[in-house]
């Protein structure tokens, strides 16, 4: 509270956007409650930020993004080299079927067989009763056969380890393509973020900011009232910030276009503060525009231009206000 026993824009503009303490809130809004003054300047500054929550996109930025972004770069997916497998080997022919031809041939020949203890085949009967190594004759001739095999199917196994990791790689590096786009997207997204919350803090010291000037503008000879067309501007010459609000503005060709002066003090050249296109309802804005600091104002005008806007207005001025 200042010295003249009221609250200032500040302190008003905290209060009208809900960010004060709840004790310091209670107390603003019981002496709110009792004083003209302070209740007149919290209307205007409540005012102004709805006419300005109109004009502008509103974004709610996602929960936790910072700790979401993080959390997406620890989860990339890393590349695993694949093990090589082992080649299947054969198994040998059933001993069975072995002996089941065996017999058929001795018998055959004339000849009975038989097997001793450790597995070797003799003759009886009428054969000259040789033994035989037969069984590892044909054990010998099924392991080159397996080597064979194994020696053919070994240059395909390796082709198909090959495809595997070839397959897994492009995988992998589609993934990565995927998660570098997500995280390209989330950083655009915070720096949209850090860019509006620069400009709601700039808008927030415009309207509170002590020296700041307001002004009126209307027709020529016609008192502003809730039916005509009218604007205001809020100007801080010190940082070059203005906030421009417009209302019942008339409809104009599609080829036309509003455009905001700035009419220095010291008698120099108008200098163009943006150009602006009313709604539907006839309301318009012309937020922050980009204005040199420190010239002070002697009036603002509003002229109708060719679409584009011009270096010099074209007269008449629609709207004035000093």
């Known amino acids: 509270m200042s010295t003249t026993g009221h609250y200032d824009q500040g302190d008003l503009a905290l209060f009208a956007m809900q960010l004060l303490p709840r004790n310091e809130y209670g107390a603003m809004a019981s002496h709110i409650s009792n004083c003209t003054y302070c209740r007149q300047e919290l209307a205007s500054l409540q005012g102004d930020l709805a006419a300005y929550a109109h004009t502008v996109d509103m974004h709610s930025p996602p929960a936790l993004t910072r700790e979401r972004f993080l959390n997406q770069v620890a989860r990339e997916k890393r590349f695993v080299p694949l093990e090589q497998p082992e080649p299947e080997r054969l198994p040998p022919p059933p001993i069975q079927r072995v002996e089941r031809l065996e017999r058929m041939e001795a018998a055959a020949a004339g000849r009975q067989l038989g097997y001793t ?13 040789r033994y035989l190594d037969e069984a590892d004759e044909r054990q010998t001739d099924r392991g080159s056969m397996a080597g064979q095999i194994f020696s053919k199917a070994f240059p395909w196994i390796g082709w198909a380890a090959a495809a595997v990791l070839a397959i ?11 998660q570098r786009a997500k995280l390209t997207a989330q950083a ?11 400009g709601a803090k700039q808008l927030l010291e415009t309207i509170t900011d002590a020296s700041a000037r307001q002004v009126t503008l209307s027709r020529a000879n016609e008192a502003p009232t809730l039916a005509v067309p ?4 809020t100007y801080v010459a010190s940082k070059g910030s203005l906030i421009f609000l417009a209302t019942n503005l008339e409809p104009i060709e599609s080829f ?7 009419i220095p003090a010291d008698g120099g050249d108008p200098i163009p503060a943006g150009t602006f296109r009313p709604d539907a309802r006839g309301n318009a804005s012309v937020i922050l525009p980009p204005l040199p600091k420190g010239i002070d104002a002697k009036a603002f005008g509003v002229t109708i231009e060719a679409e584009g806007g011009s270096q010099t207005p074209t007269m008449p001025i629609v709207l004035a206000g000093s």
């Open 117 to 129: 203890s450790r597995g070797q085949q003799y003759a009886t009967g009428l054969g000259s009763g």
């Open 168 to 178: 897994s790689a492009g995988n992998l590096y589609h993934e990565r393509e995927e």
């Open 188 to 198: 655009g997204t915070i720096d949209r973020l850090n860019s509006d919350a620069a």
């Open 230 to 233: 009218q604007a205001r501007a």
């Open 256 to 262: 036309k276009t509003y455009e905001l002066w700035l």
